[in-house]
Nanobody
Framework: QVQLVESGGGSVQPGGALTLTCVAS????????MGWFRQAEGKEREAVAT????????FYADSVKGRFSISHHNAKNTLYLQMNDLKPEDSAAYYC??????????????????????WGQGTQVTVSS
């Protein structure tokens, strides 16, 4: 089981930017589906973005398209989420998640938390004026 540790959350004003980082505890020798999910207070957890480490396939929730960017650095075992033009509705606890995926036949890694085996502890993002 891979341990994931997120960082980079904080409080920003609307229109601001943050970069979240998720570091895996070990080298990921095979390909993984990795994703960022978020859960606002009183709401269900939702997928923000996913990426397959073996290729370019990415997924973005409609609410973040054009503002957020997911990327990974295999050599550093690190996943990133660049968040620009933040809005109050982006406020939530953000979680990094992963599962091993040797190959990917779908268009992108599933934006469904039930597929993901490994989870980080979360990092809080608060957007307010």
């Amino acid at each position: 089981q891979v341990q994931l540790v997120e960082s980079g959350g904080g409080s920003v004003q609307p229109g601001g930017a943050l970069t979240l980082t998720c570091v895996a505890s070990e080298v990921l020798y095979t390909s993984y589906c990795m994703g960022w999910f978020r859960q606002a207070e009183g709401k269900e957890r939702e997928a923000v973005a996913t990426i397959w480490t073996g290729g370019p396939q990415t997924f973005y929730a409609d609410s973040v398209k054009g503002r957020f960017s997911i990327s990974h650095h295999n050599a550093k075992n690190t996943l990133y989420l660049q968040m620009n033009d933040l809005k109050p509705e982006d406020s939530a606890a953000y979680y990094c998640a992963a599962f091993e995926a040797y190959s990917l036949s779908a268009r992108y890694c599933p934006p469904d938390s039930q597929y993901y085996d490994d989870w980080g502890q979360g990092t809080q993002v608060t957007v307010s004026s």
